[in-house]
Each structure stands twice: as structure tokens, then as C-alpha cells.
């Protein structure tokens, strides 16, 4: 009887046992389940925490500044630059006395309309250079919240000349068309990348998708672009890891990509893409 007895106490013993660590286990794996989810979703998080938009480029403090002169007409702006010119004519000593009296009517009379619309001319001549200076720090100021980061950033390559190791550089701006059809963006819409691979652009403005480290450093060069020399004035600077492209002008897509269907599909609609491989842009 009493072996009876511990022999089933044993085998409770042992089947409470085998009960825990059974629990034990399924805790076990779905710890481990919700683990590896949250690292697949912090990784996915990450990768896409990594694309970055243009404007994202300007550093914000520069963005929002006062310009008096931005809700001017183009007949007010006229008339200041009236103001300025026939200003600057009466210091000319050698001036007529009939061209001054000219330019004296001249500055009165704008002065006068500008005045009819409540604004103060004085004012607004002194405050040219301040503005100007707002514009340039808008135009060249990079967000320093980008700096060391890893980003993803889609737009248009320039072929460049390489670095002096031969390494292959390419310019990268938000348009198709700057710096041959149109002028080069501001220094902050610009990025100098350097190419870590084998890969160079087919073709001017090659729709591209970089991925690199940014760094915020002011390059300035000039090279030829189509038909003649363009400064090149960049406020970041890549060191490109990763080259995704869109499709060769009039070739079908290589790529089921959504980024790379979506300029193919941009390009085309604007006329800049057509089917049977002729291209209304500007050849390489």
C-alpha cells in the first residue's frame, strides 16, 4: 500500500514538473515570437525612418524669416528700384543739371505713389540688405539634424567629375532639368554624393534613389553641364551606400519598385517618357 502510494506521488511529482517547464517553454517561444517581431518592426521602423524629403534638407530656423518685400507688387518693386537708381545717378558729379532735375521728379513721384499705399519707401530700401541676407542663410542653411544621419532621398543625378581617386560623383536635386534646362537649386536642395560602386549614371538627370550618410559641408565646383560651365554650390555632402534606379527613358520597367514606377509613370504623363524611346528632354 505504501509503495503504492510513492509510486504515485512520484509520477505527480513528475508530471507537475514536466507540466512547469512545458509552461516554461511556451512562455519561452512566445517571449522569443515577440522579440523578434518587435525587432522586425524596429528594423522596418528604422529603414523607413531613413527617407527624408527635400524640404526636409532646409534647416528649419532658416525657413520661416520676415521679407517685407514679399507681398509687393511688381510695380511697387519697381518704383523702389526707381527710388534706388535715380538716387544713386544724383551723387554722379558729372551728372546735367537737366538729368538731375529728371531724376529728382522721378524719385518724388515714386516716392508719392508708395506712400498712396501706406508704405514707407525709406524703410524698405534700408531693409534690403537685411532681407537679402535672410534669403541667402534660406537658401544655404542644411538642417543640422541630418548631419551623420543615414538617409534615403530620391531625385535626379548629374554626372560629375570623379574624386581623385576615381571615384565616381554624381549631384543629386530635386528637378528634373537644373543645371542645364534651368538653374542650379538653392545650395540646401543640392547634394554632392560620393558612389562607393561600380554604378554611374546612364544619363543626365537619371531618375535615382540614393541611400548614404549625410554630412552638412559647404562644396562649391564648376564643370560643364550640356553646353557650358555651371557652378555647382552643394550644402551636404553623401557617401552613398545603397543606388536604386528607375527605368532607362523609353525602356519598359526593369523593376517592380513602387518609387521607380511612380517616376516612370510621372515622367511619362508630363511627356518627358514615351513608349518608343524618343524623349523630348535634353540628350546626354
Not at 523702389?80 to 551728372?95: G, K
Not at 537685411?130 to 548629374?158: Q, S
Not at 560643364?224 to 520597367?253: L, Y
Request: charged content about 20%; proline content about 6%; aromatic content about 6%.
Amino acid at each position: 500500500m505504501q509503495g503504492g502510494l510513492f509510486t504515485s506521488a512520484v509520477l505527480r511529482t513528475a508530471f507537475i514538473v514536466a507540466e512547469n517547464e512545458l509552461e516554461m517553454s511556451i512562455v519561452s517561444l512566445v517571449g522569443s515570437v515577440v522579440t523578434a517581431f518587435v525587432f522586425s518592426a524596429t528594423l522596418a521602423l528604422a529603414a523607413e525612418d531613413r527617407s527624408v524629403d527635400w524640404g526636409d534638407l532646409v534647416d528649419p530656423s532658416a525657413k520661416t524669416y520676415e521679407d517685407p518685400y514679399r507681398d509687393l507688387s511688381s510695380q511697387q518693386i519697381e518704383a523702389l528700384q526707381t527710388i534706388v537708381r535715380n538716387r544713386a545717378w544724383l551723387n554722379d558729379p558729372t551728372l546735367s543739371e537737366a538729368r538731375m532735375a529728371d531724376s529728382a521728379a522721378k524719385i518724388s513721384a515714386a516716392i508719392e505713389g508708395l506712400a498712396e499705399d501706406r508704405i514707407d519707401a525709406d524703410w524698405l530700401i534700408d531693409q534690403r540688405w537685411i532681407v537679402a541676407d535672410r534669403r541667402e542663410k534660406a537658401a544655404t542653411a542644411a538642417n543640422p539634424n541630418l548631419d551623420g544621419r543615414t538617409v534615403t532621398l530620391a531625385g535626379y543625378a548629374i554626372p560629375a567629375p570623379v574624386d581623385a581617386d576615381g571615384a565616381t560623383v554624381v549631384y543629386l536635386v530635386p528637378e528634373r532639368g537644373m543645371c542645364s534646362h534651368t538653374p542650379p537649386p538653392n545650395a540646401n536642395q543640392m547634394i554632392r554624393a560620393r558612389v562607393n560602386s561600380d554604378w554611374n549614371p546612364s544619363t543626365i538627370h537619371q531618375p535615382v534613389r540614393l541611400t548614404g550618410t549625410l554630412s552638412i559641408e559647404e562644396t562649391n565646383y564648376s564643370f560643364r553641364i550640356v553646353d557650358g560651365i555651371v557652378p555647382m554650390r552643394a550644402s551636404f555632402i553623401m557617401d552613398t551606400t545603397e543606388v536604386e534606379t528607375a527605368p532607362v527613358f523609353g525602356s519598359p520597367p526593369q523593376t517592380t519598385n513602387e518609387w521607380a514606377t511612380s517616376i516612370a509613370e510621372r515622367l511619362r504623363a508630363s511627356g518627358q517618357l514615351q513608349d518608343h524611346g524618343t524623349s523630348n528632354a535634353e540628350s546626354p
